[in-house]
Antibody, heavy 118, light 109 residues
Framework: QVTLEESGPTLVKPTQTLTLTCGFS??????????VTWIRQPPGKALEWLAL???????RYSPSLMSRLTITKDTSKNQVLLTMTNMDPVDTGTYFC??????????WGPGTHVVVSS | QTVVTQESSVTVSPGGTVTLTCTSS?????????PNWFQQKPGQAPRPLIYRTNNKHSWTPARFSGSLLGGKAALTLSGVQPEDEADYYC?????????FGGGTRLTVL
């Protein structure tokens, strides 16, 4: 049974760095074709794809946010971390992580809410 | 960066059939864009429906189907149910990264 769960601060100040953790179980990131991806959704707005990491450490980023994002994996802990620098109120929203296998984004975490405010 | 466009809102009658589309600013959507489709209801995480154009997950109701239509990715709902009222998002793969469409609000009325 594949499960994922996001965790991290619910409130960050403008200009601070956000670090989110995606803890997962039920799969191995070492399996070929398997990845973990991060997606966010501002309140009342559309989903936005952020980043993805494969077990071989191949990483992909949204071109528009690439300069602010870092995705890393800790296979021994079954975790994937997302770091976003220079946070702004427009970064407020729900952040999701999801399991990807053979190009299917098939299992999602419940999401974690992040508010950027001073 | 690629822009993916969907209808902003669509209304369908119960029992009817509706097709939602997903267009890429870079041109024709092909199987190599690996289209995924998701359904999202208020306060919930998105629910995957379709992957790689037309493949259903084990939990996807039979009335949902995916295809390529006129250079676009398409999601067709046949025999729409009231519980299908939701936001629908497509996701395309493009040159190493992925892009969501802006979503379609489906109203069943």
């Amino acid at each position: 049974q594949v499960t994922l769960e996001e965790s991290g601060p619910t409130l960050v100040k403008p200009t601070q760095t956000l670090t989110l953790t995606c803890g997962f179980s039920g799969f191995s990131l070492d399996t070929s074709g398997v990845a973990v991806t991060w997606i966010r959704q501002p309140p009342g707005k559309a989903l936005e794809w952020l980043a993805l990491v494969y077990g071989n450490d191949d990483k992909r980023y949204s071109p528009s946010l690439m300069s602010r994002l870092t995705i890393t994996k800790d296979t021994s802990k079954n975790q994937v971390l997302l770091t976003m620098t220079n946070m702004d109120p427009v970064d407020t929203g729900t952040y999701f992580c999801a399991h990807v296998e053979s190009s299917s984004v098939d299992y999602w975490g419940p999401g974690t809410h992040v508010v950027v405010s001073s | 960066q690629t822009v993916v466009t969907q209808e902003s809102s669509v209304t369908v009658s119960p029992g009817g059939t509706v097709t939602l589309t997903c267009t890429s600013s870079t041109g024709t959507v092909t199987p190599s864009n690996l289209p995924n489709w998701f359904q999202q209801k208020p306060g919930q995480a998105p629910r995957p429906l379709i992957y790689r154009t037309n493949n259903k997950h084990s939990w996807t109701p039979a009335r949902f189907s995916g295809s390529l239509l006129g250079g676009k990715a398409a999601l067709t709902l046949s025999g729409v149910q009231p519980e299908d009222e939701a936001d629908y998002y497509c996701l395309l793969y493009d040159n190493g990264y992925r892009v969501f469409g802006g979503g379609t609000r489906l109203t069943v009325l």
